[in-house]
């Protein structure tokens, strides 16, 4: 087909931050905005400009130049800048489905504000896309996605239909040599349309009459000869018709060039570096994205939309989390494929995201106990369905306890001791709470003047009242006056306490109960290196460390091996024999029933140093101990572990592995919204090798087995025979010191600049946390009583009658977010399976909405929703 047009985008491509830290590459971002806006004031022949698709941009321009935001805004609402729909360009398979979504809300939101947001899904860097990617893009009004890396060797077209599993297509862009092709046009003419022929050429039959050229790159300035260009082009020949567009009018304009249908994710080597390394990567930054959206989706949101007053929803505080998580989201941060500055500004936003939700959590809790009529301790259940499991509960008095296992006991008595007026007034400046240790109380304060100053404290595992703590503070203060170095009688009444864990059964969705003893099945028993609870057998090897479950031997197993790789990619070294065998090994028990077994495997190592770059050799020797502890609960069915070290070794990988129950030529593993199903191979391409290594959310599936897992977001499937794969490999951590090689075998180019790095290393203490199960009926259940279990909580009983609030009752469908939205309720669903299914809302009405609130159509407690598919209701509550 003859090429006849030529489409001209201006824009940029910017990293907020990457290689250096993000306010110094706001410095560029800010000038070049600054002259964006003089160049478009002053000349009209640049019709258009696109800000990369995303709002970040804008507000991080608009807090140095605030003066600014009018004429930004003229400009946008004249549809000669284009911002959003995203609020930052994400990686889509390291944040939660959640998380992209709330990403395009808050950036069609904060565009609205400036005339509208671009109505184009622009994904121009990700590394690879999600398969519900389609459905996320159409039910927030989207029809058009344009994409770079992921896409298969198949397509031998610019646009194809991409297709979601619930049936939802978008018709996708596809930039064959990214969104740069034209980011090096020239200013003279004659070479502009040179460099335009020479890209003809060599995309050949996969363009169709009509070609797209984006004119720009990473942080590259806007060219404001480019409209003078254009013309010049044009008068000098007919063609091609040079023509400066927005991205757009392009879609709008030209039609497709291709029937071809893709379905599902976009994980394929074969036409641009996918990068599938950084799945693995900086283990600590995938960790903390886990927490933190755990902490914000599966518990404070709940939380405070069930138990808090509806005028005392935290919007501000969710509003500055969320902010922080989408910041985070975007891929060279989350990724970690940055400088070492970088990663510690993403997992400081983590940490702050993950505090602003266990304040909201704790100040939820604290409504809810406030309103219970009895004294004593409660449990809580933040997931939709009903959930049994074990508990710890302090109990003020000594065993034994009835259908429980005591952790500690301490017994009751009083101390005496006294101390100088000076250093108890420094005391008291500290006191914040009633708390007195990690696991006391202080519930009664007495106060005695004669003949010495006395406090007598009354200290209990449980908070069983109020006291009025200021102003005894005020008081003592009072008294202490003038003292100087006077003695101070403290005297601690401490009562008799006990740590327990017990089952507690089936406490509803989104609701609680009060604690009573219960008794239960399948109770969890140690003998030596073995533990049960009827449902599963563990066994530990005391020459490997390896243990058996049900018979089947070398789960767990550590296998480290060399890394010549960087940031975005692994590379074995060539030749080399992975250590698998631990120069010692030492098992105990650490608790014995019944209702937790746990047994403790500690293992020696000698592990070489670092690599030789010279030699491609691995050299010195670093001993390590690695400590894996094994915790099986009654009646549960998976297995939890726990495997902590201390890593001193650089550049290497190391992975656990699990035996697969049959062979597996496919492995499940959650993504947003979906569990996608995966063969034994990836698709490779000239640049790069295609590495079977994919990326999961919270768990894996294959021959028969769950892995369950918190940040450990990379696996494989391995030992491959002609009936499949016989092992699962989970990576814990993978240590390089180099942001991009010039040259790995495993890909052929660069990827970004060659910075050194120290934090990619991994020198420090690490701790990894997950679980295997025999395939349960539904891995989310599980995920959330592994992840997300039952909390216990104490009250003391002020109650005003009034039953405190309960969750609605969702059966049908997977709850991704619960949150509140003015009077109501707004809570998104999906549809894990291949089945349409009935979504209940027990005794509830309302809408469902798209992903911008627009209304679709009512409901009464009940509506159908298809397989795969994505719904948001607003509920009357």
């Known amino acids: 087909m003859r090429v006849n047009q030529v489409w001209v985008v201006p824009h940029t491509h910017w990293d907020r931050e990457w290689y250096s830290p993000f306010q110094t590459f706001r410095m560029k971002l800010v000038q070049l905005i600054d002259s964006l806006l003089s160049t478009m004031e002053s000349d009209s022949s640049l019709p258009h400009f696109m800000l990369d698709g995303q709002m970040a941009v804008v507000d991080d321009y608009l807090e140095i130049r605030p003066e600014k935001r009018e004429q930004l805004k003229r400009l946008c609402e004249a549809g000669r800048i284009s911002v959003g729909p995203w609020y930052a360009l994400m990686d889509e398979f390291l944040v939660s489905g959640e998380t992209i979504v709330r990403n395009l809300q808050m950036g069609s939101e904060k565009a609205s504000e400036f005339g509208g947001a671009m109505s184009v899904g622009y994904l121009p860097d990700m590394f690879g896309h999600i398969s519900q990617m389609p459905q996320i893009l159409r039910l927030a009004g989207l029809n058009n996605a344009v994409v770079w890396r992921g896409v298969p060797a198949k397509v031998d077209k610019t646009s194809f239909l991409w297709r979601s599993p619930d049936g939802s297509a978008v018709r996708a862009e596809y930039l064959p040599r990214g969104y740069g092709n034209g980011a090096a046009l020239p200013r003279d003419p004659e070479a502009a349309l040179s460099h335009v022929k020479g890209y003809i050429d060599q995309a050949g039959d996969t363009l169709g009459d009509e070609i797209l050229v984006m004119n720009g790159t990473d942080h590259q300035m806007p060219k404001p000869w480019i409209g003078e260009l254009v013309a010049s082009v044009n008068e000098m020949q007919s063609d091609l018709k040079f023509r400066l567009s927005s991205l757009e009018e392009y879609l709008e304009s ?25 799945s693995s990567n900086r283990v600590d930054v995938k960790q903390a994205a886990a927490i933190a959206e755990r902490s914000i989706e599966r518990m404070a949101e709940p939380l405070c939309s069930i138990f808090l007053p509806k005028d005392c929803w935290p919007s501000n505080y969710l509003s500055i989390a969320w902010r922080l998580m989408i910041q985070n989201s975007a891929h060279d941060s989350v990724c970690a494929c940055s400088a070492d500055e970088v990663v510690e500004t993403v997992l400081d936003r983590y940490r702050q995201a993950t505090q602003i939700a266990e304040g909201l959590v704790d100040m939820a809790i604290a409504e809810l106990t406030s309103t219970m009529d ?6 809580i259940n933040t997931s939709q369905r009903p959930m049994s499991g074990t508990v710890e509960l302090d109990i003020p008095a000594m065993g034994p306890f009835p259908h429980a296992q005591v952790l500690s006991e301490t017994a009751g008595g009083i101390n005496n001791a006294s101390i100088s007026s000076t250093l108890v007034e420094s005391m008291l400046r500290e006191v914040r709470s009633q708390q007195f240790d990690e696991r006391s109380y202080v519930n009664s304060v007495e106060i005695e003047t004669d003949p010495t100053l006395t406090v007598t404290l009354s200290v209990s595992g449980n908070l069983e009242n109020e006291i009025p703590l200021e102003s005894i503070k005020s008081r003592l203060f009072a008294l202490l006056a003038g003292k100087g170095d006077e003695p101070v009688n403290i005297v601690v009444k401490r009562a008799p306490q006990s740590r327990i864990l017990t089952r507690v059964h089936d406490v509803d969705g989104y609701g609680w109960q009060r604690w009573n003893p219960e008794t239960f099945l399948n109770p969890a028993s140690v003998s030596g290196n073995s533990m049960t609870n009827g449902k599963l057998m563990i066994e530990v090897d005391p020459l490997t460390g390896d243990f058996s479950l049900n018979g089947v031997g070398g789960y767990g197993a550590l296998v480290d091996e060399g890394d010549t790789g960087d940031t975005y990619n692994f590379c074995p070294l060539p030749g080399e024999d992975p250590i698998s ?5 030492k098992v105990r028990k650490i608790l014995g029933g019944p209702v937790r077994g746990s047994i403790e495997i500690e293992r020696q190592y000698s592990w070489p140093e670092k690599l030789d770059m010279a030699t491609s050799r691995r050299i010195g020797e670093r001993r390590t101990v690695v400590t894996t502890t094994l915790t099986l609960d009654a009646e549960e069915e998976f297995l939890s572990v726990h495997t902590r070290l201390f890593n001193l070794s ?4 190391l992975r656990t592995l699990f035996p697969l129950r049959v062979p597996a030529t496919t492995s499940e593993a959650e993504c947003a919204f979906h569990i996608v199903t995966r063969g034994l191979e990836a698709e490779g391409g000239p640049t790069e090798k295609g590495l079977a290594t994919y990326p999961s959310r919270r768990f894996v599936s294959a021959g028969g087995l769950t892995v369950f897992h918190e940040g450990l977001l ?5 030992d491959i025979t002609g009936d499949g794969a016989h092992t699962l490999a989970l990576t814990l951590l993978r240590s390089v010191g180099i942001l991009s090689r010039q040259y790995i075998s495993s890909r052929p180019q660069s990827a970004g600049p060659s910075l050194p790095l120290a934090g990619p290393q991994l020198i420090k203490e690490l701790n990894f946390k997950y679980a295997i199960a025999l395939t349960p009926d539904n891995p989310y259940e599980l995920a959330d009583r592994i992840f997300a279990p039952l909390r216990a909580v104490t009250s003391l009983g002020n109650g005003d009658g009034i039953a405190p609030k309960r969750g609605p009752t969702i059966t049908g469908a997977e709850v991704s977010s619960m949150q509140r ?3 109501h309720l707004e809570i998104r669903v999906f549809n894990p399976l291949a089945r349409a299914s009935r979504v209940k809302i027990d005794g509830r ?12 159509s009512s409901f009464d407690e009940s509506f159908e929703l298809a397989p795969f598919a994505i719904a948001t209701v607003r509920i009357n509550d």
């Not at 060039?257 to 394929?268: A, K, P």
């Not at 009895?374 to 449990?379: C, E, F, K, M, S």
């Not at 990379?714 to 391995?718: P, T």
């Not at 009405?845 to 679709?856: A, E, I, K």
């Open 714 to 718: 990379e696996y494989e499937l391995c």
């Open 374 to 379: 009895l004294p004593g301790a409660y449990i």
């Open 650 to 653: 650089r550049d290497h990988r």
């Open 254 to 278: 030209v039609g497709t060039n291709s029937e071809l249908v893709v379905d599902g994710e976009l994980r394929s080597s074969a036409m641009a570096n996918l990068l599938m390394g950084v």
């Open 581 to 585: 065998h631990p120069r010692a090994v």
């Open 845 to 856: 009405t309302g809408w469902l909405v798209d992903l911008l609130g627009r209304q679709l």
């Open 821 to 823: 939205h003015g009077e």
